[in-house]
């Protein structure tokens, strides 16, 4: 049995999980649950909007499935708090463009590696008598880590090559190093191709050529800018999702928040939750099982009837998640 932690949180984040356990349940996998809790509800319950408990179960278990949590302004957010804890270093975002969905672009699959860590999001923020000044760290360390995550991730998905995107023309030494960094481990992959764009053509080709794109990997607040972008680019909130991935762990999520516009009226779409939930399986080493629920969710989307209101249909969370689990026994 592998173990998987289970944070439902807040809002949507319950609904599009209960989609989640069901399709995985079809999938007949020698999974356990084990849930916990965080976000809003959680704190009301408990005071903590992330309690030690929750961590230290993520901890033991190599896998999170995490839904969405509502904020508690003036508490520490439960996803930060989890990033740290477990050194989820790597944010992976695909930009797929799946058959059905009313997108700006039909034919792109690359992926976003946004540096988790460091950068411009360090928390180092301070106030001048002339306003405020950010401090962004970008260390040789998390810089190669990334890298080579990077092209590992090529290498392991057959894809042919990797761009860091940077700003090196202007920020000389920080994305100096980056780009520097990227370069020298990118010389223990001689089968991958490398090249390296500056982050504003790189936004210019996401909307002029992004077919030319396979594996991007950049720095934090440019990797944010771009996976929002690259969502743009293949349809809305609801589709997108999102790994994160340390040396030991990995947390799953869909990029959508809380919503508290449509809780409780079960018309959520599932499909970011069951896409971060295919990443698991993946990274969980259970290609197979991954790609089935992939198809199958390709498969109901493609065919366009058994959707939720925000891609035009008529049917619910769960109605739509067991469509998803009828496509996986057609093809099984
Ligand atoms: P957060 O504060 O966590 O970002 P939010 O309420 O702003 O939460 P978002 O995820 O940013 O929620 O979503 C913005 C809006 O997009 C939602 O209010 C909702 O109407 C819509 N939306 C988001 N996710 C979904 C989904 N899975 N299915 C349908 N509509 C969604
Ligand atoms: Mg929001």
Request: glycine share 8%; proline share 4%.
């Amino acid at each position: 049995m592998i173990k998987i932690t289970i944070i439902p949180g807040d809002g949507i984040g319950k609904e599009v999980m209960n989609a989640a356990t069901h399709v995985l349940d079809s999938l007949e996998l020698n999974l356990d649950y084990i849930y916990a809790s965080a976000g809003y509800e959680c704190f009301q319950k408990t005071g903590s909007t992330i309690p030690d408990e929750t961590i230290k179960l993520t901890k033991k278990t190599s896998a999170t499935l995490f839904g969405a949590v509502t904020t508690v302004p003036g508490h520490k957010s439960a996803i930060i708090s989890l990033r740290k804890e477990l050194d989820l270093y790597a944010n992976i975002r695909p930009v797929k463009s799946y058959p059905g969905i009313n997108s700006l672009f039909k034919d792109l699959d690359f992926v976003i590696i946004r540096e988790n860590s460091e950068g411009l999001y360090s928390g180092l923020e301070d106030y001048t008598r002339e306003g405020a000044v950010a401090r962004r760290v970008i260390t040789r360390r998390a810089s190669e880590r990334i890298s080579r995550f990077a092209f590992d991730y090529a290498k392991k998905t057959g894809r042919k090559k990797v761009t860091a995107v940077h700003k090196a023309n202007v920020l000389k030494k920080t994305d100096g190093v980056f780009k520097d960094s990227f370069y020298k481990v990118g010389e223990e992959y001689p089968d991958l191709e490398k090249e390296d764009f500056y982050v504003d053509a790189t936004a210019m080709y996401f909307l002029t050529k992004p077919q030319i794109f396979d594996v991007l990997v950049t720095t934090n607040l440019f990797g944010d800018i771009l996976s929002d972008e690259g969502a743009g680019l293949v349809g809305g909130l609801g589709l997108i999702p999102s790994a994160n991935i340390g040396d030991k762990q990995g947390l799953f999520e869909p990029v959508h928040g809380s919503a508290p516009d449509i809780e409780g009226k079960g018309i959520a779409n599932p499909v970011a939750m069951l896409l971060s939930t295919s990443m698991m399986l993946k990274y969980l080493k259970m290609e197979y099982e991954a790609e089935n629920l992939e198809k199958a969710i390709s498969a109901v989307l493609k065919n366009g009837k058994v959707v939720t209101p925000d891609l035009g249909g008529n049917y619910s969370t769960m109605d739509m998640a067991r469509e998803v689990s009828k496509q996986i026994k057609i093809q099984n």
